[in-house]
């Protein structure tokens, strides 16, 4: 859960249906993020994210790895390993293969999906239950991490408006859903890098054992062509949750810090 609550927060245009061209993605080979979390007043993991190329059945994609640790006294109760995968195409960031594999407390689950686009479905193999499922998909649909890096490069920053509100297909383990979010305005953040102006975004959530009502979940973005999140804050059933840009690599463009 704590990887999913870095890299599903995201704008979701459904407006502009033009691929992106590799050459003019807003991410690059070797950028990494790394987000410190908070549980209240307690550090309670780590977050990366890191994006390098590959190759998926002899086609050109970037891999993207994302992992979740818990640290400190929540490590002691509630030990978090969180690992999460996607393979995307590099010219139309569309998902070929996504990973999930997760312990969290003892809730574990080892579930790969494959997509076939041309087909309309997803092939999902549940390594832990040993067992495969073809479920249908609609056109366009993104995994929870494939999402945040298709929509850095389609939002347009400057056609925002207050109280925008898209949706995005997205399929989750095996699972067809709409992410929806709606967009707040602007706001300048506080980060450990100095102040940073943001664009401002509520994803819609799904309220009960996670968290405590649909707009629980608020996420600040980079107002730059980086568009990377700065800060996002949860409200759980128990508790809160902040995670914050703890360190940075290998941005494709500049990142826009605000003299005091």
């Not at 390993?81 to 139309?92: G, L, M, V």
């Not at 293969?97 to 494959?114: A, L, N, P």
């Not at 389609?154 to 979010?181: A, C, Q, R, S, Y």
Request: no cysteine; aromatic share 12%.
């Amino acid at each position: 859960m704590i990887t999913v609550f870095t890299v599903t927060t995201a704008f979701t245009p459904v407006h502009n249906t033009i691929e992106p061209v590799e050459e003019q993605l807003a991410f690059k080979n070797g950028e990494w993020f790394k987000f410190r979390i908070h549980y209240g007043i307690f550090n309670a993991s780590y977050a990366e994210l890191k994006v390098n190329k590959s190759r998926l059945k002899g086609k050109p994609v970037y891999h993207i790895k994302g992992t979740g640790k818990s640290t400190g006294l929540l490590h002691l109760f509630f030990k978090v390993d969180d690992n999460y995968e996607t393979y995307i195409d590099r010219k139309t960031v569309k998902p070929y293969r996504f990973i999930r594999k997760i312990d969290e407390g003892g809730h574990t689950k080892d579930i790969q999906i494959d997509f076939d686009h041309d087909a309309g479905t997803a092939l999902v193999h549940d390594k832990k239950h040993k067992t495969k499922s073809t479920v249908d998909i609609a056109p366009s649909t993104q995994d929870m991490m494939s999402a945040f890096y298709h929509l850095r490069n389609m939002v347009d920053i400057n056609d925002l408006k207050l109280g925008d509100e898209f949706t995005l297909p997205m399929f989750f383990d095996k699972e067809n859903f709409d992410f929806k979010l709606k967009y707040l305005g602007e706001e300048v953040v506080k980060t450990k890098f100095g102040k940073v102006a943001s664009l401002k975004f509520r994803p819609y959530v799904q309220s009960g054992r996670v968290f405590k009502e649909e707009e629980s979940l608020t996420v600040w973005i980079s107002k730059d062509e980086n568009k990377i999140p700065l800060k996002i804050k949860a409200k759980l059933a128990v508790g809160s949750l902040t995670a914050d840009l703890d360190a940075f690599k290998g941005l494709k463009h500049s990142f826009q810090i605000i003299a005091n």
